[in-house]
């Protein structure tokens, strides 16, 4: 049969309405491009442009997993981390409708199967 569009997209794509395909592979803390006007100095003329989220390619340490894991990241989501405590601590206790990432999603479910492993 058939695949549906949400089948073809992949796992994370049936939580949210609209991602970029990029933000898809990393972690991305729900930014997205921003839009909006450059103004001329001078003449005060405007013309469109658009705001890319700060990206960084890096390797994050899961304590559960105990192995470094290639992300690509924004500043923000590195912040989100901090926050949490940790990568693991982010994946667990975001929602898997934040996350909106195939990556973060299969970690996370990683992570999860080995706890789980762990406790029984």
């Not at 933000?23 to 469109?48: C, P």
């Not at 658009?50 to 997993?65: D, G």
């Not at 192995?67 to 975001?94: P, Q, S």
Request: with cysteine.
């Amino acid at each position: 049969g058939r695949r549906t569009s949400d089948e073809a997209m992949g796992s994370a794509s049936r939580f949210c309405k609209t991602i970029m395909k990029r933000a898809r592979r990393g972690l991305y803390a729900g930014k997205h491009i921003g839009f909006g006007n450059k103004i001329s100095e001078d003449g005060g003329n405007k013309s469109r442009r658009s705001w890319k989220p700060n990206v960084q390619n890096k390797r994050l340490y899961s304590e559960a997993l105990d192995e470094m894991i290639r992300f690509r990241v924004t500043t923000a989501a590195l912040k989100w981390i901090d926050k949490a405590g940790g990568l693991d601590r982010y994946l667990l206790n975001t929602p898997e409708k934040k996350i909106n990432s195939d990556k973060g999603l299969a970690v996370k479910r990683r992570i999860l199967a080995k706890l789980s492993g762990e406790e029984a």
